[in-house]
Structures are given as C-alpha cells and as structure tokens.
C-alpha cells in the first residue's frame, strides 16, 4: 500500500469517528441511568407483592394463635366474639333472607388481605378471578375501609361496587 492510499483510509477512519461521536451525541442510546430506573421499578413491584404476602402471613398466624388461646380458655365463645371480630374482620349472622356476613376492612390493611379475608368468609369462591375484576375495572386500590353487610349469594361485582363505593 502506498503512502497516499494510507492516508485516505485513516483520514475515512477520522471521519467515520466524528460521524458515529456527533451521532452518539444528537441521539443517545439508553444510558445506564436510564436502565437502572426501569430495574429500580421492576425491584419495586416484587417488594410490594412479598410485603403483601408477608402481611398475609402475619394475619393467619395471629388468627391461628387466636383461635388456639380461644379454645385453650375456659371463656365463652360469645365472650370473646368482640375482641376476635376487630381483628379477624368476619362477623357471620344467619337472616331470614339468607346468610349475612358482617364483613370489617381495617384501615390500611393491604388488598391481598382483604380478598384473603373474603375468601375464608366464603363470599368469594375464587382469589384470582376476583383480583382480576379488581384489575380490569381499576378497583384494586379503591378498597375502603369501613364495616359492610354481605352476602354469600352476591356476585364478585355487587361485592366489589359495595366495598369501593363505585
């Protein structure tokens, strides 16, 4: 190779250089900044699902721990119905019109616990389709809290407008 034809070919690679620079510049690939958001958000949504879980947990061994101080005791079931009540939030009444279930949502208890709660009352037959409703119709964090009168005849979306107040 001769002298000039080595020239042009680093003078094309100088240019070649400027050209990919200047073009890194004006259109930025994704940086890592960028990259470490996303994974900080994917992180975050696996803490909020274990938390839940976690809180889940804590609720049935309190309410196993409950019901085993309960029956240990020489107390009346009809005695210790209120304490038990505040925090297994499940009240059953039998009506004339049906089963009536006294449903409690305590303030700042997670959703998972809620549908968890619903479940065990035999209100809802299963978990997932009603979290599903919850999702598809944006009602999954409108849960109030408060004390309602539900039935088991209800549908999982009389039993959602009820405790969203939607």
């Known amino acids: 190779m001769n002298k000039q034809r080595l020239r042009f070919l680093s003078i094309g690679f100088l240019l070649s250089a400027l050209i990919l620079s ?43 721990a409950e019901s085993v101080a309960v029956t240990s005791s020489d107390t009346s079931l009809a005695e210790s119905v209120p304490e038990a009540t505040a925090s297994q939030a499940v009240a059953t009444s039998e009506s004339s019109a049906g089963t009536t279930v006294k449903f409690v949502i305590a303030q700042g208890q997670p959703t998972s616990v809620v549908i968890d709660n619903l479940v065990s009352a035999g ?16 009602l999954l964090y409108k849960i109030n809290y408060g004390e309602y009168e539900l039935s088991r005849d209800m549908g999982y979306e009389v039993i959602a407008d009820i405790i969203t107040l939607e």
């Open 22 to 64: 200047g073009f890194q510049l004006f259109y930025p690939m994704d940086s890592p900044a960028e990259n470490a958001d996303t994974t900080a958000n994917v992180a975050s949504d696996g803490y909020k699902e274990k938390y839940e879980s976690l809180l889940v947990e804590v609720e049935l061994q309190k309410k196993a």
């Open 123 to 138: 209100l809802i037959a299963d978990r997932a389709v009603f979290e599903q409703y919850l999702t598809e119709h944006n």
